[in-house]
């Protein structure tokens, strides 16, 4: 199965779908009749009326490999020792600043961030770099066993993810910090510039901040504003237009606050 191209969505998936019609109905609409040989081999593809485009059976919610894939404490990765095939270092013009631990992501995210990075700087919310990126299942062990040990159970796993559970291990998944603003993986990052200028254009470049304040409830994890999750422009942007802020609610899935 090629990496992010999954067929089919959850039957029991909301179905907010975006604006598309292939070219051949809109024609027939206008009674323009049928095309024929070239012209008509040209009209097959669906042409997307309105941009970004979104639909929802592109990918599925299910599978590891998908763009799309919601994990939490309810929904494990399909393959609990899942590798992306396509991980690698974001192409920044300045990678000792962006990237200095020369972390890895799936390449569409990679290649996203770059764009999201660069609109940022240029904005005026600062150099936001990389503090943590793709993680495999056994790395994951580690962070979450360190978490527990040092703040308990309950709210070790309020942070980090069990193995297997973890959205660093899809390679979609960016934790970010900002030079010179202080608040590093810490709930006040959300105040600072680059905070506040994800939170308002992440979905832009098709990040979302994936655990939001307020729906810890349904997330499991404690409000996390440097926690960004790459679902494409498409999905981000039919999310925030439709007013959800969290994938659970989007894809009408139950509330995953616990194990």
Same mark, same amino acid.
């Given at each position: 199965?090629?990496?992010?191209?999954?067929?089919?969505?959850?039957?029991?998936?909301?179905?907010?779908?975006?604006?598309?019609?292939?070219?051949?109905?809109?024609?027939?609409?206008?009674?323009?009749?049928?095309?024929?040989?070239?012209?008509?081999?040209?009209?097959?593809?669906?042409?997307?009326?309105?941009?970004?485009?979104?639909?929802?059976?592109?990918?599925?919610?299910?599978?590891?490999?998908?763009?799309?894939?919601?994990?939490?404490?309810?929904?494990?990765?399909?393959?609990?020792?899942?590798?992306?095939?396509?991980?690698?270092?974001?192409?920044?013009?300045?990678?000792?600043?962006?990237?200095?631990?020369?972390?890895?992501?799936?390449?569409?995210?990679?290649?996203?961030?770059?764009?999201?990075?660069?609109?940022?700087?240029?904005?005026?919310?600062?150099?936001?770099?990389?503090?943590?990126?793709?993680?495999?299942?056994?790395?994951?062990?580690?962070?979450?066993?360190?978490?527990?040990?040092?703040?308990?159970?309950?709210?070790?796993?309020?942070?980090?993810?069990?193995?297997?559970?973890?959205?660093?291990?899809?390679?979609?998944?960016?934790?970010?910090?900002?030079?010179?603003?202080?608040?590093?993986?810490?709930?006040?990052?959300?105040?600072?510039?680059?905070?506040?200028?994800?939170?308002?254009?992440?979905?832009?470049?098709?990040?979302?901040?994936?655990?939001?304040?307020?729906?810890?409830?349904?997330?499991?994890?404690?409000?996390?504003?440097?926690?960004?999750?790459?679902? +494409?422009? +498409?999905?981000?942007?039919?999310?925030?237009?439709? +007013?959800?802020?969290?994938?659970?609610?989007?894809?009408?899935?139950?509330?995953?606050?616990?194990?």
């Amino acid at each position: 199965m090629p990496l992010f191209s999954s067929e089919n969505v959850r039957p029991n998936a909301r179905r907010r779908c975006g604006a598309a019609i292939s070219l051949l109905a809109i024609l027939s609409l206008l009674g323009v009749g049928t095309l024929s040989g070239a012209q008509a081999a040209v009209a097959q593809p669906a042409l997307c009326i309105a941009e970004p485009c979104f639909e929802p059976d592109d990918y599925s919610i299910d599978e590891a490999d998908s763009l799309w894939v919601v994990v939490n404490k309810q929904r494990p990765l399909s393959n609990l020792k899942y590798l992306p095939a396509n991980l690698v270092k974001p192409a920044f013009a300045k990678p000792r600043t962006n990237n200095p631990y020369g972390l890895v992501l799936a390449k569409p995210a990679a290649d996203a961030f770059v764009g999201l990075v660069a609109a940022a700087k240029k904005a005026g919310a600062g150099d936001i770099f990389m503090q943590s990126a793709y993680r495999s299942y056994n790395y994951q062990v580690s962070v979450h066993s360190s978490a527990v040990a040092r703040l308990g159970l309950k709210a070790g796993e309020a942070l980090a993810a069990r193995p297997g559970h973890s959205e660093h291990q899809t390679g979609l998944a960016v934790d970010v910090a900002a030079v010179g603003q202080g608040c590093t993986i810490q709930v006040c990052f959300g105040t600072t510039r680059a905070g506040r200028y994800l939170a308002k254009y992440a979905y832009k470049y098709g990040f979302i901040i994936r655990y939001p304040n307020g729906k810890t409830s349904i997330t499991g994890y404690q409000y996390e504003p440097w926690h960004l999750r790459y679902v +494409g422009v +498409g999905l981000a942007t039919e999310m925030r237009s439709q +007013g959800f802020s969290v994938l659970e609610d989007f894809w009408a899935l139950e509330p995953a606050p616990n194990y």
